[in-house]
Every structure is written in C-alpha cells, then in structure tokens.
C-alpha cells in the first residue's frame, strides 16, 4: 500500500537573518523571516509526509502562535512528523524537493542538503533528490523577495 502527498511552503527574505535550507546553513546575507529558524524546503517535505497521511498541515501540528515553537531547528520538526508516520506504520520510500530561489545559488549544498534530510528521515541519500532552480528573475523569487519550496514524499505501509 502506498501514499503520496505534496507540500508546498513560502518564505520571505530579508538581510541579517541565516538562511537554512533542508537542514544546511547556506552562506547568504539574507535568510528567511519565520517563527523557527524558518527551512522552508524542511517545512514543504513536513507538509507532504503530513498530507500522504492526512494529518494536516505543519502549521497545525507547530502553530506559530507556540513560543515551544520560536526558533526550533526544522529538523526536530521533521523527526516529529517522521515519528508520526512510523508510529503509524508507514515508512518513506522517496521525496522530491524543489527550491524556488534567485539568489544565492543552491547547488554546491545540494549534496549536503541530501544526506541531512536523507539523515533525519532514516533513509539513504539516494531516496532524497533535491533541486535548485530560479524564476528568471520573474514574481517575488525573481525580485529576490522570497523563496518558495515543492516537495511530494512517497510513502509505504510496513508489511505485518
């Protein structure tokens, strides 16, 4: 038995922030404005672990209203939601993650970013594929306002 889902998730930059993506700094004067430390591409793959198994949203299960919530390292949010999808007897087979972002360029993280998320989620690397592209300087990502992130994860029901 298998489950899909898709996320999607958006965040604004602005200078003097870290800028995290899937769970590795990249070097950057400007970072993303959020309530935890603001993985925008972690936030996405949550939403779609999440949404395979019907369960909402990352914004329902961490609400920005939760001071438990200020500052968290994404990657203990995604464990939490990993967690959820174990203890539900699922595991992930894949995820695919796109990263939406002009500037800087991504792609000498991508590795890193790979083994991180390929890391929290108990997974080889080679079941986590992650992408950079920009939008040829069109809408906020072109103007360099924000960063916006797809990610779909396939999940698998554990045979008994």
């Known amino acids: 038995m298998f489950r899909i889902g898709q996320g999607y998730d958006v965040h604004q930059l ?3 922030l870290p800028m995290w993506l899937c769970g590795v700094q990249i ?3 400007v970072g993303f404005v959020a ?10 793959l949550c939403d779609a672990l999440l949404g395979a198994l019907a369960l909402g949203d990352i914004g329902h299960l961490f609400p920005d209203t939760s001071a438990e919530f200020a500052g968290i390292d994404s990657k203990i949010l995604l464990r939490r939601v990993m967690d959820l999808v174990h203890d539900r007897g ?6 695919d993650i796109t990263i939406a972002l002009q500037a800087p360029k991504v792609a000498p993280y991508i590795l890193p970013m790979r083994e991180c998320i390929a890391s929290v989620c108990g997974v080889d690397a080679d079941a986590i594929s992650v ?7 069109l809408g906020f990502v072109g103007r360099k306002e924000g960063c916006e992130v797809w990610a779909i994860a396939l999940l698998s ?3 008994e």
Do not use: C, M
């Open 35 to 44: 309530h935890s430390d603001g993985d925008v591409a972690i936030h996405a």
């Open 131 to 137: 992408k950079a592209t920009t939008t040829e300087r």
């Open 90 to 95: 699922w595991h992930l087979v894949n995820a």
């Open 157 to 159: 029901h554990k045979a």
């Open 14 to 16: 602005r200078e003097g």
């Open 27 to 29: 070097e950057s004067p």
